[in-house]
């Protein structure tokens, strides 16, 4: 499904706060893994990461995020998604809160480390599916001495304030664009990218939530077009303006939908 709609660049202070969750009382649909936390307090030991998202508070992520473990993180395809998560309090009555899950945003990589045994400390260890969650987000699931707690997953619609963002890098032969504050799926399947004076020119991964392209855009309004992991695409025509400079960020005015997002 593709949706062209017009779109005019602006850009704005963006936090997002999820509030924990009920858990639901059936655990059809979950998935099993493990949680353990880090970053501080307020969360900004959890800043950049493998996704690239610099700063977290300002582009929309806030602390309700989580670096995931290889099984899951799918080298760097998984950024972006949402998770919501609930400790496992029948697995571990002690540490869990019991009744709670709380959203998070997969924002970082959570390497392996084969020098320890998956079930004692080598948490991220393949195949291992393991939230590091920012500690603000852990505690609304889990008790702070408890350091790790089994949990109950499954991946859900991201839910976003305002537009998808389209931030330039790059040099003047070669443009690299964090792409965030994607709703729905939350992660990006393919892009494409057209200058007012060029033909579309499809973009790829290079790492994280950056997209690359050895196009010469600079003097010319730029569109994007996005498609998500549920298959959704959505043309931003013309966000960039003909003024932009490497550095600069631009907003748009329209979204990915949430609805109807299979997983």
Known sequence: MEITRSSKPWSFLLFVVTAASRFPATTAGWSKGSATF???SDASGTMGGACGYGNLYWSGYGTRTAALSSALFNDGASCGECYQVACDHESEARWCLP???VTVTAT???????????DDGGWCNPPRAHFDMAQPAWLRIGIYKGGIVPVLYQRVSCVKQGGVRFTMGGFERFLLVLISNVAGSGSIKAVWVKGTGTERMPMSRNWGAHWQSPAALVGQAITFGVTDTAGQT?????VVPAWWRFGQAFTSNIQFSTSAQSF
């Open 99 to 101: 009744g709670k899950s």
């Open 234 to 238: 959505v043309v931003f025509q013309n």
């Open 108 to 118: 970082n990589f959570c390497p392996p480390n084969y020098e320890l045994s998956g």
């Open 38 to 40: 880090y970053g501080g």
